[in-house]
């Protein structure tokens, strides 16, 4: 069964997903379609959405409540307001994403990257964070760096971002299943309970 994952490589609810979505990735073998996309400079400008700094006082304020209010639910360490929020080039570390994905390395990075800016205060942006993160994953930088660099890689990440609104996708994470989708951290049950159907 396959499963279009939408992500945006900064967002605070697609790390706290990211765990129970392996979780489930593993219970029912899915087959997972990884798309890290531009959420701000296309998603959000294409279908109506705000940047974090451009929200009303009491939006920005409710946001924090809730990144609190699910990781202290999931126990998932997190810091609301972590340093390196935003990143200053989100599309760097969502091209390694896609480098790694084209590697054979599915999830993995995605993974780190979600928990280095928004858990250890890493800068995701830096070459040097996204050295550390291939090396504790076993992958070669420099092959990583040059294909998340190439043309066909940044054509991908475009692609992922016009999939993303073709497909009616306003927000990260977004799960698509058979055409359903699912959006948000507190979607996942309602996800899960359309694989079971499918199952």
Do not use: H, T, W
């Given at each position: 069964m396959k499963v279009k994952y939408y992500f945006s490589i900064?967002?605070?609810?697609?790390?706290?997903?990211?765990?129970?979505f392996l979780s489930m990735v593993k219970k029912y073998n899915l087959e997972i379609d990884e798309k890290p996309f531009d959420l701000v400079g296309e998603v959000f400008s294409n279908t109506g959405g705000v940047p974090v700094p451009k929200r009303h006082p009491s939006r920005q304020k409710y946001r924090l409540v809730?990144?609190?209010?699910?990781?202290?639910?999931?126990?998932?360490?997190?810091?609301?307001?972590?340093?390196?929020?935003?990143?200053s080039n989100p599309h760097l570390p969502a091209k390694f994403v896609l480098a790694a994905c084209k590697k054979g390395d599915k999830l993995r990075f995605g993974k780190m990257c979600l928990e280095y800016i928004w858990s250890l205060e890493k800068d995701i942006s830096d070459y040097e964070t996204l050295k550390e993160i291939c090396?504790?994953?076993?992958?070669k930088f420099e092959e990583i760096k040059n294909l998340a660099l190439s043309d066909e890689i940044d054509l991908q990440y475009k692609?992922?971002?016009?999939?993303?609104i073709d497909q009616d996708i306003f927000g990260a994470p977004s799960y698509v299943l058979k055409n359903e989708i699912f959006w948000g951290q507190d979607r996942l049950e309602y996800l899960e309970d359309a694989i079971k159907k499918n199952y």
């Open positions: 900064a967002s605070p609810f697609s790390y706290l997903a990211i765990d129970r809730e990144i609190d209010r699910v990781a202290k639910k999931f126990d998932v360490k997190i810091n609301k307001q972590p340093k390196f929020f935003p990143p090396e504790k994953l076993n992958l692609k992922n971002s016009k999939d993303a």
